[in-house]
Structures are given as structure tokens and as C-alpha cells.
């Protein structure tokens, strides 16, 4: 007998459930725990991450962490004034 033949309009008879349950199983999907780290790792792992972890070491190698652009500017605007910082 075929699986479509077996199904009527209003559902699968009971004989016919019992029959799948027994030779499929239940239809449940099971829960997967994953470590913390890999979870973090897996979530770094694409274009988008690797681009930004460029910048932060382009940035720290070219001296970035002493200070911005925006900052460079307003002291030499100060300067430039005669005002010392």
C-alpha cells in the first residue's frame, strides 16, 4: 500500500500512525548543546567578522589606540590657535 493511498481526507487512521511511529520514530528533532567557546567561534567565522578583526589590527598597528582622527584635528585647531592642550 502507498503512503498516499494510506492518508484519507480527514488524517492518517490510528493503525496507519502506529505503523509510521514504529518504522520512523517520533517526529522530534533532538536539542544539540554546544560549548559556549565553539558557539562564539562558529559566530566569528564569516566575511563580516574578519573584516572587522582587519580593522582592529590595522588599527592598533598604525597606533590607533592614542587617538582618533576627530581628535588630531580639534588639536591642531587648538594649535593653530595658540592654545596649548
Excluded at 49 to 74: D, Y
Aim: glycine share 8%.
Amino acid at each position: 500500500m502507498s503512503m498516499a493511498a494510506s492518508v484519507s481526507a480527514t488524517g492518517l487512521t490510528s493503525d496507519e500512525a502506529r505503523r509510521r511511529l514504529a518504522a520512523y520514530g517520533t517526529n522530534a528533532v533532538q536539542d544539540v548543546v554546544q560549548h559556549p567557546i565553539t558557539l562564539t567561534l562558529r559566530r566569528l567565522w564569516a566575511p563580516v567578522p574578519w573584516m572587522l578583526e582587519a580593522a582592529v589590527l590595522l588599527q592598533l598597528a598604525l597606533g590607533g589606540g592614542k587617538c582618533g582622527a576627530l581628535e588630531t584635528s580639534r588639536l591642531h585647531a587648538f594649535r593653530s590657535r595658540g592654545k596649548d592642550v
